[in-house]
């Protein structure tokens, strides 16, 4: 074989061996993705069976650590006294390892922290110095890589997830966006469970708050038009705002309409009912941070009231809420937010809340439906709304709140009249 000849051999060799290569890492990526994709939909299905918050972490964490993806995980949560991070479940060849985390407690310069207080997922790898102070127990347990993912729902979080891997070069883009996924569907489905909870507790915590001028455009309302503002309903919008129907006592329902134009957070008002001194408003709000916190905790808004610059505000929330970090969030949002008390008490189950109740076999949109157009007076007589106002408030159309209305009218008028037919169905 000539000279020439010899080295096309070894190029082409060369661009064959290469090529393999290339094709070998290809074929390793797609089984790695496949292997991810079987995962989360493994965690997805033990995340609807779960009861309760534990066993959502404990599944998590076991999932994770027993694929041959990964070596081990834990989810830790934020403590407010010297912002340290303590793990709540762990599963893998982690024992050592997490054990020092948990007895040291300190506050950490790592990619957990971060996750935590930034609520940005963080990848690294031993050799980043922001791994620090966790590197050289993490190398004893074969930890090479490192995601940190942020667990939460809406504002509310509940805490961060960290799983290890011995692979150096480990989450990758693919990898990261689905663990991103994972830690929105893990607080979602904690936030759903807070929600069932309340719902059906007997026992539950009350928390009476007062809020002062400059908290919420309804106090600071108050003072100004000297009147009383009471909240007689709320309900999230489509768009991720809220609606909040407020009565009105000593002062023209007119003028506080014409004073909330220029509130950037306010995206429309409607008198639902003028009668002088006296009325019902109807606000649609961008936002509410607020109402915000209250949902995303699990808790309820039970009562609201302000008069005269000073709001009053009754929440009730599960008796395990963490009650110092539902008031830190709230207090972003309402600097001047402040506990006035704190009690424990027993309470029968809503009738609402009762499982196989009439309401129980309302869909959660023909619940909305029905509630927004109840507190706007859809159903006095006369009206005080018309469909179409309602609808446009929800944003909806017409014909869509309709159908809502009728079907949620026959569910509860055949519980009603026809009794045995909802209790066969509630078998």
């Known amino acids: 074989m000539s000279g020439r000849a010899s080295e096309e051999f070894v190029r082409d060799s060369t661009d064959y061996t290469e090529c393999e290569r290339v094709l070998g890492r290809r074929r390793d990526e797609l089984a790695t ?3 991810i994709d079987r995962l989360l939909l493994d965690i ?7 009861t309760n918050r534990e066993a959502i972490e404990r599944s998590v964490c076991e999932r994770l650590a027993g694929s041959e993806l990964y070596e081990f995980a834990w989810i830790g949560e934020g403590v407010f006294e010297g912002d340290a991070v303590v793990p709540r479940a762990r599963a893998g060849d982690d024992a050592e390892y997490v054990e020092a985390v948990d007895a040291e407690k300190r506050a950490i310069s790592s990619a957990v922290e971060r996750a935590l207080y930034t609520g940005e997922m963080q990848v690294v790898t031993v050799d980043d110095a922001g791994f620090e102070p966790w590197r050289t127990d993490a190398i004893d347990c074969d930890g090479r890589s490192v995601v940190a993912v942020p667990l939460g729902y809406g504002e509310t979080d509940y805490g961060v997830l960290a799983v290890h891997a011995t692979r150096p070069d480990a989450f990758d883009g693919r990898e990261q966006a689905a663990f991103e996924l994972l830690g929105e569907m893990v607080g979602f489905a904690i936030n759903a469970l807070d929600d069932r909870r309340l719902l059906l507790a007997d026992a539950v915590t009350e928390l009476e708050l007062r809020l002062a001028s400059g908290d919420q455009f309804l106090v600071d309302h108050s003072e100004r038009f000297d009147c009383e503002l009471s909240v007689t309903g709320s309900l999230a919008t489509k768009s991720g705002g809220w609606l909040l129907y407020v009565t ?8 506080l309409r014409d004073a909330a134009v220029d509130d950037a957070a306010i995206e429309r008002v409607r008198v639902v009912r003028d009668a002088s001194e006296e009325g019902l408003l109807e606000y649609r709000l961008d936002g509410s941070s607020l109402l915000q916190v209250v949902a995303e905790a699990g808790a309820k808004l039970r009562d609201a009231h302000a008069a005269s610059g000073v709001g009053r505000v009754v929440v009730e929330a599960p008796r395990d809420t963490d009650i ?11 600097p001047h937010a402040e506990l006035l008390a704190k009690h424990e008490r027993n309470r029968s189950v809503a009738k609402g809340a009762v499982p196989c109740s009439p309401l129980d ?8 439906t029905l509630e927004a157009a109840y507190h706007a007076g859809y159903f006095g007589w006369p009206r005080e709304s018309t469909a179409e106002e309602v609808a446009e408030s929800m944003e909806i159309s017409s014909p869509t709140l309709h159908r809502h209305l009728r079907r949620a009218e026959k569910q509860l008028l055949s519980a009603f009249l026809d009794p045995a037919e909802d209790i066969g169905q509630s078998r």
């Open 44 to 50: 997805a299905r033990d995340l609807i069976g779960a």
């Open 324 to 334: 110092r970090g539902l008031m830190w969030r709230l207090q972003q949002g309402c």
């Open 33 to 35: 993705r496949e292997r």
């Open 361 to 368: 076999r309302l869909t959660d949109r023909q619940r909305e």
């Open 248 to 255: 009105v006592n000593g002062a023209r329902p007119q003028a």
